[in-house]
């Protein structure tokens, strides 16, 4: 006899400092990911909005505040505008590969140089080789990590400019936290190009979306995520496309805030875990 499948339980945090808004609070809702079920209960809850960290499922579920707004990119109807294609161009010989769910020494060192730039004082800031490494194979479901290298130089792999933690999902790709040399002269827009990657992989696996975590209207280092089209977002009524006209005024109120403040942040997606886990204050 089969035995019945346990619906999960559900907790509450307490409330804390907003990461994003100035003077608001956070509260999350979480629940744990474990045993047989816990890959379909993943691809379950990340419809309805939940994030993955470790062996936890979480959204906000803040009490005055609805900020938070999940998006996804439609990957097989994703048209790359002009920046995006010159980014893809200039990018193309980076060597890409997928490799399992497994910390390295060598990501770690350039997690660290891309916080210390990107984020410093942050809540990532103090994590050390054990974090990382919990960060990145602590999962229940199918995760992998994909590393961006130059083109080798004949001795051995070329070196390391960028990876992302995935999940692997029904309906999509789940970028849990993508991170790149934020030095490299040579090579700029590295955060957009490991997103327009993904994309690409979804849209040639069949996967219809590609989930970028939360967008936050109001927090500028959110904003890079409103220029993949077509995006969707979820909201009372599900997932609904932004349409051609909102989403185009939206990137261009992002394009005005950038040229204004130089200090805009791109990246992969990147959203608080709930109290009781260390924060990954996120792309």
């Given at each position: 006899?089969?035995?019945?499948?346990?619906?999960p339980?559900?907790?509450?945090?307490?409330?804390?400092?907003?990461?994003?808004?100035?003077?608001?609070?956070?509260?999350?809702?979480?629940?744990?990911?474990k045993?047989?079920?816990?890959?379909?209960l993943?691809?379950?809850?990340?419809?309805?909005?939940?994030r993955?960290?470790?062996?936890?499922?979480?959204?906000?579920?803040?009490?005055?505040?609805?900020?938070?707004?999940?998006?996804?990119?439609?990957?097989?109807?994703?048209?790359?505008?002009g920046?995006?294609?010159?980014?893809?161009?200039?990018?193309?010989?980076?060597?890409?590969t997928?490799?399992?769910?497994?910390?390295t020494?060598?990501?770690?060192e350039?997690?660290?140089?891309?916080?210390?730039r990107?984020?410093?004082?942050?809540?990532m800031?103090?994590?050390?080789?054990?974090d990382?490494?919990?960060?990145?194979?602590?999962?229940?479901v199918?995760?992998?990590v994909?590393e961006?290298?130059?083109?080798?130089n004949?001795?051995?792999?070329g070196?390391?400019?960028?990876?992302?933690?995935?999940?692997?999902?029904?309906?999509?790709?789940?970028?849990?936290?993508?991170?790149?040399?934020?030095?490299?002269?040579?090579?700029?827009?590295?955060g957009?190009?490991?997103?327009?990657?993904?994309?690409?992989?979804?849209?040639?696996?069949?996967?219809p979306?590609?989930?970028?975590?939360?967008?936050?209207?109001?927090?500028?280092?959110?904003q890079?995520?409103i220029?993949?089209?077509?995006?969707?977002?979820?909201?009372p009524?599900g997932?609904?496309?932004?349409?051609?006209?909102?989403q185009?005024?939206?990137?261009?109120?992002v394009?005005?805030?950038?040229?204004e403040?130089?200090?805009?942040?791109?990246?992969?997606?990147?959203?608080?875990?709930?109290?009781?886990?260390?924060q990954?204050t996120?792309?």
């Amino acid at each position: 006899m089969t035995a019945p499948v346990r619906f999960p339980r559900f907790f509450v945090t307490s409330p804390a400092p907003c990461p994003y808004l100035p003077g608001k609070t956070e509260r999350k809702v979480f629940t744990e990911l474990k045993g047989p079920h816990a890959e379909a209960l993943n691809d379950a809850l990340g419809r309805i909005g939940f994030r993955r960290s470790q062996t936890v499922a979480y959204r906000p579920s803040c009490l005055d505040c609805r900020a938070c707004v999940s998006v996804r990119v439609v990957a097989r109807e994703f048209a790359p505008s002009g920046t995006q294609k010159r980014n893809l161009r200039r990018n193309g010989d980076i060597v890409a590969t997928e490799c399992r769910p497994w910390a390295t020494a060598e990501q770690f060192e350039l997690l660290q140089r891309y916080l210390a730039r990107r984020h410093p004082g942050g809540g990532m800031a103090a994590m050390d080789e054990i974090d990382y490494a919990d960060m990145v194979e602590h999962t229940a479901v199918s995760s992998f990590v994909l590393e961006y290298r130059e083109p080798s130089n004949g001795e051995g792999p070329g070196r390391l400019i960028g990876a992302c933690l995935t999940d692997r999902q029904g309906d999509g790709l789940s970028m849990i936290y993508s991170f790149y040399d934020p030095e490299h002269e040579a090579r700029t827009g590295l955060g957009n190009y490991i997103i327009l990657d993904h994309i690409r992989r979804a849209a040639a696996a069949g996967l219809p979306y590609v989930y970028l975590g939360y967008w936050v209207d109001g927090a500028q280092r959110m904003q890079y995520k409103i220029r993949y089209r077509p995006l969707e977002r979820l909201g009372p009524a599900g997932w609904q496309r932004l349409s051609d006209s909102e989403q185009g005024t939206l990137i261009a109120r992002v394009s005005a805030t950038r040229r204004e403040d130089a200090a805009c942040v791109e990246g992969g997606s990147k959203d608080g875990a709930p109290g009781g886990h260390r924060q990954y204050t996120l792309v």
